[in-house]
């Protein structure tokens, strides 16, 4: 049997400036990259070393699959029917002025 572990990359820069994510296209903060870091780190604890890392086409989840892949010494394959789902015309905009609401992730 196989395990599948699903990744989601953390701070990204769009959070930080309160603008909606989907599929634009922001990298991450110095703590996503952290974060990501932590990440791989534990999964190598894990022994995974070389498994296959699967990461749609967005900066943000590609900086969060290199940082893990350093660690596995795995290869990554871009994808990008992996994004997350779009917000049309909202995404990049400010949060404020189209209405939606995201989580603060301030102090996490």
């Not at 070393?49 to 086409?57: A, E, H, K, L, M």
């Not at 189209?98 to 992730?105: D, E, L, N, R, T």
Request: aromatic share 4%; net charge negative; glycine share 10%.
């Amino acid at each position: 049997m196989k395990e599948i572990f699903i990744v989601t990359h953390t701070q990204a820069t769009h959070h930080v400036d309160r603008l909606v994510g989907g599929w634009f296209d922001s990298e991450l903060t110095a703590k996503g990259l952290n974060d990501a870091k932590a990440c791989g780190r534990r999964l190598h604890e894990l022994e995974l070393d070389g498994v296959p890392i699967y990461s749609s086409d967005l900066t943000r989840t590609r900086q969060t699959a290199q940082a893990i892949a350093e660690c596995l010494g795995s290869p990554i394959e871009t994808d990008a029917r992996l994004r997350e789902m779009s917000f049309g015309t909202a995404g990049g905009r400010s949060v404020k002025d189209v209405g939606a609401a995201i989580p603060s992730h301030e102090g996490n």
